[in-house]
């Protein structure tokens, strides 16, 4: 098969990993893809949200599927366009159409869908410019900590954890009356904060039937000790210790069904992968948030501990036949460790020369915020390298992974050391 991957970072380098080792495949082409990613397939100059540009190259070359990395084509509806289109619709797109992305395009439309399926999640309320002064004679009357989320897409930085009224009241109108995150606070999302700990959980479905992925838990916190500003994620650990059996059973039964029956009976065709970001409250489940693709750094711990053809369990979703596909996982850890940017997430520098990844033996490097310039591989975004060890204990492969990441060499380079030892 020729394959199709849209997107350019860690996650999509881990696609191209992945999907090159599948004996189905022919052709891997990554649009716009990274310096770390033609060591898998082709890199192709196209950017993710260029409908018309994506399919005239699929037609060019008999593209028989297209792998959607990143949400923002999504919620735009690349699998729409496809599906329009009489000369491209035979394409299959591995991730859902508009309606389905809602459920990560708007934080509100999420809510109301868990509301409407007994899904639990936290309790909450949505504002608008027009009922702003609702908003904050709300906040009067809750408990701290408090969560503000921007209700539409902000590249991962429009959720925030307010520890006074005073400062929940200045950050909503923020939010709405100055655009603080531009027309993503349009409407805003005041929740309940939940105390516990964080996991994700992954799924693949064809609409009708699913699989239920390695489960991970990611670090979003510049700092060691989990402290500072929030990123994209420094690093990621899979399996989860405290996800055990009992624990995942409940997800599966109060929350991954429901996900999927509510998705059937709103009418909602859904193609793709869906990111289950949740709380273990005192071993009770709860949804934080839904995303409709993989994410990153998760994807970079989870798909080496596949062991099977992931373009096999793809072909299935294509083919609404997911059911009669099965998979193996490996019983090692995985842990990454993501390589940032000096100054990041704040003001970064790029252009910085990589160096040293060629010495790194014992892990996985996947390209994240690279290109090549000049014939060398130089930094090209907040978040560069992600290294991912896959061992028999945590205690080995958070060594490994921490061992490896040293390794590798740029001007300004950061990196966590302590991803997953609060788990030892």
Request: net charge negative.
């Amino acid at each position: 098969m020729n394959i199709l991957i849209i997107g350019s970072g860690g996650r999509e380098s881990a696609f191209a990993y992945k999907l090159s080792q599948s004996n189905k495949l022919t052709n891997l082409f990554i649009a716009p893809g990274n310096a770390g990613t033609g060591a898998y397939g082709e890199n192709v100059p196209l950017k993710v949200t260029d409908f018309e540009g994506i399919a005239a190259f699929a037609l060019a070359n008999t593209i028989q599927m297209i792998v959607v990395g990143p949400e923002e084509p999504l919620v735009k509806g690349i699998h729409d366009y496809f599906l329009s289109r009489a000369d491209i619709k035979h394409i299959p797109v591995i991730g859902p159409q508009a309606a389905g992305a809602q459920l990560e395009g708007s934080k509100d439309f999420s809510k109301q869908f868990m509301i409407r399926h007994n899904i639990p999640t936290a309790a909450y309320k949505t504002f608008t410019k027009d009922t702003l002064a609702d908003g904050i004679a709300y906040l009067d009357t809750q408990k701290l900590p408090i969560v503000l989320k921007a209700d539409g897409l902000a590249a991962g930085k429009g959720v925030l954890i307010c520890t006074s009224i005073a400062e929940a009241k200045a950050e909503l109108t923020a939010m709405i009356a100055d655009a603080k995150f531009g027309a993503a606070s349009d409407q805003v999302v005041i929740e309940e904060f939940l105390a516990g700990i964080e996991l994700s959980v992954f799924v693949l479905t064809d609409g009708e039937n699913y699989k239920v992925l390695p489960s991970a838990k990611d670090y979003k916190r510049i700092g060691e000790g989990d402290t500072g500003l929030n990123t994209g994620g420094m690093g990621s650990i899979s399996p989860v210790p405290f996800a055990d059996e009992a624990f995942l059973a409940k997800v599966e039964e109060r929350i991954i069904k429901p996900t999927v029956d509510g998705l059937k009976k709103d009418g909602i065709p859904y193609k793709g992968f869906i990111f289950i970001g949740l709380m273990n409250v005192e071993g009770e489940p709860q949804v934080i948030e839904y995303n409709v693709r993989m994410g990153d750094p998760e994807t970079e711990s989870v798909l080496p501990r596949i062991e099977s053809d992931l373009l096999d369990l793809f072909e299935g979703v294509a083919a609404g036949d997911l059911d009669k596909r099965s998979f193996t996982v490996s019983p090692k850890t995985a842990v990454t460790v993501m390589c940032v940017a000096g100054g990041y997430p704040g003001a970064y520098e790029s252009g910085k020369v990589i160096s040293n990844i060629e010495n790194v033996k014992e892990s996985i490097v996947f390209h994240a915020g690279t290109k090549l310039e000049d014939g060398k591989v130089v930094t090209a975004g907040g978040r560069v390298i992600a290294v991912t060890t896959l061992q028999d204990t945590l205690f080995d492969a958070l060594q490994q992974a921490t061992a490896d990441a040293g390794r590798i060499y740029y001007d300004a380079k950061y990196f966590r050391k302590d991803i997953g030892f609060d788990l030892i």
